[in-house]
């Protein structure tokens, strides 16, 4: 089993900045594809930005082009969002989740941390 961990979320002001961690125990699974998904009010979840865990390609949604980045510490099994340039559309729960390799879906998901921009 993966268990993955989010934290980071919180309260800001349009046009500030947040960073979001996901720690993961991946167990004895290898790691093929870690996301940051998004879930804002009355809307479903939608795909933010992905990476892939060996080679760090990188994958961004349209919207979140040029504001967010993602990235991933190998050695210590976390990843992070860093989130600038907020707007009040971004806010949402953010969910880490991650696909292993032999897997064909994002099987394993954490338990979400909220992220609220006001104007």
């Known amino acids: 089993q993966v268990q993955l961990v989010e934290s980071g979320g919180g309260s800001v002001q349009a046009g500030d900045s947040l960073s979001l961690s996901c720690a993961i125990n991946?167990?004895?699974?290898?790691?093929?594809?870690v996301a940051w998904f998004r879930q804002p009010p009355g809307k479903e979840r939608e795909l933010v930005a992905s990476?892939?865990?060996?080679?760090?390609?990188?994958y961004y949604t349209e919207p979140v082009k040029g504001r967010f980045t993602i990235s991933r510490d190998k050695d210590k099994n976390i990843a992070y969002l860093q989130m600038s340039s907020l707007w009040p559309e971004d806010t949402a729960v953010y969910y880490c989740?991650?696909?292993?390799?032999?897997?064909?879906?994002?099987?394993?998901w954490g338990q979400g941390t909220q992220v609220s921009v006001s104007s």
């Open positions: 991946k167990g004895t699974f290898s790691l093929s594809v």
């Open positions: 990476i892939w865990w060996s080679l760090g390609q990188t």
């Open positions: 989740s991650a696909r292993v390799i032999g897997g064909s879906s994002y099987e394993f």
